[in-house]
């Protein structure tokens, strides 16, 4: 495998999702087997590339670089670093327990898995890629399948759903294309390469690196999604199908975060540290915003989808805190995330399959009936509320301290979400599983095996990065350390 | 190693329970027991290691966060503070988790029960064994989960599970103050690991009492001081032996816990000491008022707590962390007797309403005569264990605070004397009011707990008396030598008075029957009894003031989003529409219109030309001839 190792981690689902073309479409096992295998080997791979990765290198490592389209400089170029390796081994764990999900499609396998692992393909890529060109394909890949899974598989406003997340995105993406290419035309010589434009910088006037700034903000705002760019979010969440659901929170809101990451902040630094307050303030508006919605939400999904959004503000807050709390927060947070709201969709997926309804007030006194399940639901509860010992509180708490750190006023006031976000989850709690039971739901069985096979290890992940947060932290540290200093602003802590 | 193994045990029994304890049925308790055990040994081992050693700390930590210069570094401290915590928590919790499993023999959730204790142990000692904030915020939270799951425990009620929730978020307001003083530690005080004190406060500068405060808010969530209390009453759902180990007994009193841990930074800043003296005094004073009026068993005791939480807090306000822990110890031992009774009364009796008690003293001698005791201990009466810690509190209050606050504290004493008097006597005295009742002693299960627990809530206290030279106090805290001279020397005098002059009123009014107050006073005081019953309307306006305007402005949120942010969206997107519709117009009658209007022309016009295109030489010959001629008048011309 030697170095190629990324490029096979980008591939691989795309070989796999070649071969489900190839089989007939009525050996549904096969398909499904293949898609396990592909997603599986990934999984493995990514695990060997986070055993093998040094964390205490500078820069990129298992670097693979060829000239693609020499005529305008655009190279194959992929790279893992300490930002890129949590969320490329997240996109290994969602896309293999999506899979696992997936037993509930029965529809259409054949294009299904074909799409899905497509999507695999697009989400590896968009985090690998180092040259702007090649980011800008994979980020534009990921839309099409996306689009597709849910206005296929998706629930009953699942057309208006999946146009609306397809036409925001790229509404989106137009902007950044157009910050692309100034910033290939900036460029002496003319580059898409990430980390050249990092070491010399745009060579464009303040205004202009503004309007640069602002056209991959926001193409990466939409996505995270940022307030008020959010509403498609709820409603492609609603609407798509679990294991898609899952890959949404899990995944595809982390490519936003990731943007900022790679490319806002390294690229134009000095707006980036002026624009910091911006991301600490509309941190603090997700962070609020996003939990009063969620607290006046009847739907589980929806429920969960918008307390997303609250989430997501602390990754826009660690980001604007522009110092190594902050950003170790941010980071964490985002791979947090996908691991506890997938697992929290994983949750209302297994119930709306033995219900068909997600409205939680016809829900009540299931603790007593499904034990198993009451114990996920409230683990993930815990763990979306930001109980400590669980991932979910480490990210937060450095994000806040970051936050504090920089903005003690607006900190503060994000930290009220705190109570409003355990509001959310505990009455989601009572509501589904206290009270009195309802005995239309006799019937109900508990969790079953392969559920609970596509659900433990995020529960695992969940724990481990509560209990021992430095596995994460220790890879990605260095990495935002040089963040940090060549934006000029590493501070004490 | 030693160290990290006592909250260890517990969080290993907590995960066996919780994967396998279903099929262990009845002998899921073994193994919750075995751990505790476990814990206890090990807690007695470092106490008298500690002993040995003259008071010095035993100490093991490892990095948690790995961040550039500053990396926390998490480790367990055993110093006597932390170890005193140890040993009341696991010797009392063991006692009542013995006592559980008789208590909750027949619940369905039976290993359930005994997994969410055994984490609230592995929680509740990594919070005292501690050394640092982040740390303790840790087991804090852990904590406040496992008495919310244990409140809501027989969640089939809709109460308990109200209950639950209200208590965590209660409490999570109080988390807050406690979030905001670390993060406030973190930016000024240097580092966030217990220790350095001096250094801290000096670091912190001006902002060493706003951090004291944030600290006693935290502390107020948990020891549910006013007015964050109200979420401990509510807590009573939860299964009795619950409210004897966590909201009575050990929970409850970390916030007593952190305050006094962090009292160096209090005592930096008197005007913190007199925020945590005045809130106390409120608390104490008011939640006494209150169970004097309560005929609920457990509620009774639920405000006796509430007092005497903030009686502790008034003794570390005065300055004294030895005070507020001593009778955090005494209190301990007590109130988890007397909860533990109230609970093998409600096993016997199936109803919680003293006001159809009585008479059981006969029915259940053990429980009556425990219960007693744990009564007389607390109402303060000499040499059982509540007067020595109550005295210790009230002459550090004379020295140290305001008159004012030692009249409130002698106040408390009087009241409590006389509530805890009324419940013995309505309890187990005279006829029993209710009939069908056939109550009967409690297995062994429950009444060796009983019996174990008598004994220390009589004795305890006698280790910080001048019997045995202060050893508690001089444990505690060598270098603290206590305010005794400059205290009134009456205090001690007055304070035996009044728990008699209380036991004593009581006993007028409830065994003799006789009005204390004339019937017109009584007519008047109406009212007033009427608020103190009905808790001064604090849930009510709590309700008015935060819970509706919160969920308020949820929905308004929601309507905003969707009304507005979304609407725009679509709005957006339906103007694309209109827009693409007018195009599609344009497109089809301007463009294209004209485009087809040309074909159509040219068509016309072919066809009209091709009339000419007859095929007969002689209409072309006259066409040719009158061209000639046009012609040949237009070059003339």
């Given amino acids: ?493 | 190693m030693n160290l990290a193994l006592i909250p260890l045990l517990p969080a290993i029994s907590f995960v066996i329970l919780i994967l396998i304890g279903r099929r262990l049925g009845k002998a899921a308790p073994l193994i919750s027991l075995s751990a505790l055990l476990g814990s206890l040994v090990l807690s007695i081992q470092l106490f008298l290691q500690i002993t040995a050693s003259h008071g010095h700390p035993v100490h093991a930590s490892m990095v948690w966060l790995p961040m550039a210069e500053q990396s926390f570094r998490f480790g367990f401290l055993a110093d006597p503070l932390s170890i005193t915590m140890c040993l009341v928590v696991t010797v009392i919790g063991w006692m009542i988790m013995l006592y559980s499993t008789g208590y909750m023999t027949d619940d369905p959730r039976y290993s359930r029960f005994f997994a969410y204790l055994s984490l609230f142990f592995a929680a509740m000692l990594t919070l005292v064994l501690a050394d640092h904030f982040v740390l303790l915020y840790i087991g804090w939270e852990v904590v406040g989960l496992c008495s919310y799951l244990l409140i809501s425990f027989w969640f089939e009620k809709p109460s308990a599970a109200a209950a639950g929730k209200k208590a965590f978020l209660t409490t999570r307001v109080g988390d807050l103050g406690l979030l905001a003083a670390i993060l406030l530690m973190a930016k000024f005080g240097g580092n966030l690991n217990f220790g350095n004190w001096e250094t801290k406060a000096q670091a912190l500068g001006h902002l060493t009492p706003l951090v004291a405060v944030l600290l006693f808010w935290g502390a107020a969530g948990k020891s549910a001081q006013f007015p964050l209390h109200v979420w401990l009453p509510d807590a009573m759902e939860g299964p009795t032996p619950v409210s004897a180990l966590i909201h009575a007994a050990t929970m409850v009193a970390a916030g007593v816990y952190l305050v006094a841990r962090c009292m160096p930074l209090f005592l930096a800043e008197p005007s913190a000491l007199m925020v945590v003296a005045t809130l106390a005094a409120i608390t104490s004073f008011f939640a006494a008022t209150i169970a004097c009026t309560q005929t609920d068993l457990k509620k009774i005791l639920a405000y006796s707590t509430l007092s005497q939480l903030g009686f502790m807090m008034l003794g570390l306000a005065s300055g004294s962390a030895v005070a507020g822990m001593f009778h955090l110890v005494t209190h301990a031992w007590f109130k988890a007797l007397l909860f533990l009774g109230a609970g093998s009364v409600i096993h016997a009796m199936h109803h919680q309403d003293t006001t159809k008690m009585g008479g059981l003293l006969k029915k259940m001698p053990i429980t009556g005569a425990t219960f007693i005791i744990a009564s007389v201990a607390m109402a303060g009466v000499p040499p059982l264990s509540g007067f020595w810690s109550k005295e210790e509190i009230l002459i550090s209050v004379g020295g140290h605070l305001p008159p004012l606050f030692l009249w409130v504290g002698l106040a408390v004493s009087l009241m409590t004397a006389f509530y805890i008097t009324k419940t013995v006597i309505v309890t187990f005295f005279g006829e029993c009011r209710d009939h069908h009742a056939h109550a009967h002693e409690s297995p062994w299960t429950m009444a060796a707990p009983l019996l174990f627990l008598s004994v220390g809530a009589a004795f305890v206290g006698l280790l910080g008396s001048p019997f045995f030279e202060h050893s508690f106090q001089h444990f505690l805290a060598p270098e603290e030598t206590g305010g005794h001279s400059s205290a009134p020397a009456w205090i001690q005098t007055v304070s035996v008075l009044i728990a008699a002059t209380g036991i004593g009123l009581a006993f007028v009014r409830y065994q003799l029957g006789k009005q204390l107050l004339p019937e017109r006073m009584r007519v008047r005081l109406r009212p007033i009894y009427q608020l103190i019953d009905n808790k001064y309307y604090i849930d009510e306006i709590y309700e008015k003031i935060f819970i509706r305007p919160v969920a308020a402005l949820g929905r308004l949120s929601w309507d905003f989003d969707a009304g507005v942010v979304d609407a725009i969206v679509n709005g957006v997107g339906r103007l694309t529409q209109v827009l693409s519709e007018c195009k599609r117009q344009f497109d089809e009658q301007i463009v294209d219109g004209f485009v087809n209007a040309t074909a159509i022309w040219t068509g016309r016009a072919g066809q009209t030309v091709r009339l000419l295109q007859t095929g007969l030489v002689q209409n072309y010959l006259w066409l040719a001839a009158a061209g000639a001629v046009a012609l040949f008048f237009l070059i003339r011309r």
Wanted: positive net charge; hydrophobic residues 55%; aromatic residues 14%.
């Fill in chain 1, 1 to 493: 495998m030697g170095s190629l190792i990324l490029s096979q981690l980008v591939f691989l689902p795309l070989a796999a999702a070649l071969l489900t073309l190839v089989i007939p479409k009525e050996r549904e096992s096969w398909i499904r087997a293949v898609a396990l295998l592909a997603t599986g080997m990934v999984l493995v791979l990514a695990t060997l590339l986070v055993f093998s990765y040094r964390p205490l290198l500078s820069g990129f490592q298992f670097e693979e670089k060829i000239s693609w389209i020499p005529q305008v400089n655009v190279w194959y170029h992929l790279g893992v670093d300490g930002i890129s390796l949590p969320l490329v081994f997240l996109t290994a764990l969602i896309s293999f327990v999506g899979v696992i999900a997936s037993a509930s499609i029965q529809d259409r396998l054949k294009e299904y898995f074909f799409l899905y692992l497509l999507l695999a393909t697009g989400m590896m890529g968009t985090f690998l890629a180092l040259d702007l060109f090649l980011f800008y394909i994979f980020w534009e890949i990921v839309l099409v399948p996306m689009y597709f899974l849910i206005g296929i598989w998706g629930g009953p406003r699942r057309e208006y759903a999946a146009i609306k997340f397809f036409l925001y995105t790229l509404a989106g993406s137009v902007f950044m294309l157009l910050a692309i290419i100034a910033c290939y035309f900036s460029s002496l010589p003319h580059t898409f390469s990430i980390p050249d434009l990092t070491q010399q910088g745009l060579r464009l006037s303040h205004n202009m690196q503004w309007a640069v700034f602002m056209g991959f903000f926001l193409a990466f705002a939409i996505k995270v999604p940022i307030f008020p760019f959010h509403t498609w979010l709820p409603d492609a969440h609603v609407e798509a199908p679990t294991p898609i659901s899952v890959i949404l929170a899990g995944v595809l809101l982390k490519m936003g975060g990731y943007g900022f990451f790679r490319i806002s902040l390294p690229l134009m630094p000095g707006i980036a540290t002026q624009f910091a307050i911006v991301f600490a303030v509309l941190g603090v508006i997700n962070i609020i915003y996003g939990a009063m919605v969620a607290l006046a939400q009847t739907d589980f999904k929806k429920l969960v989808a918008y307390s997303s959004v609250s989430h997501m503000g602390f990754v826009l807050l660690g980001l604007g805190a522009m110092n190594l709390p902050g950003f170790n927060g941010a980071a964490l947070e985002m791979f947090n995330h996908g691991m506890i709201t997938g697992g929290m969709f994983l949750l209302v997926g297994v119930l709306y399959d033995r219900t068909h309804t997600r409205n939680l007030a016809d829900f009540g006194g299931l603790g007593a009936k499904i034990p198993v399940y009451s114990g996920l639901l409230i683990f993930f509860s815990m763990a979306s509320l930001g109980l400590p010992a669980l991932s979910g509180f480490v990210g937060e708490f450095l994000s806040l301290m970051g936050g504090f750190l920089s903005f003690p006023a607006i900190t503060l006031v994000s930290v009220l979400g705190l109570v409003v976000g355990a509001a959310i989850f505990l009455l989601l709690i009572q509501k589904v599983l206290l009270g009195v039971f309802q005995t239309k739901w006799a019937h109900l069985r508990d969790i079953n095996t392969r559920e609970l096979l596509a659900i433990v290890p995020l529960m695992a992940m969940v724990l481990w990065v509560g209990l021992f947060p430095r596995t994460i932290l220790f890879l990605q540290s260095t990495t935002l350390g040089n963040l940090l200093r060549h934006l000029g602003s590493m501070k004490g802590w």
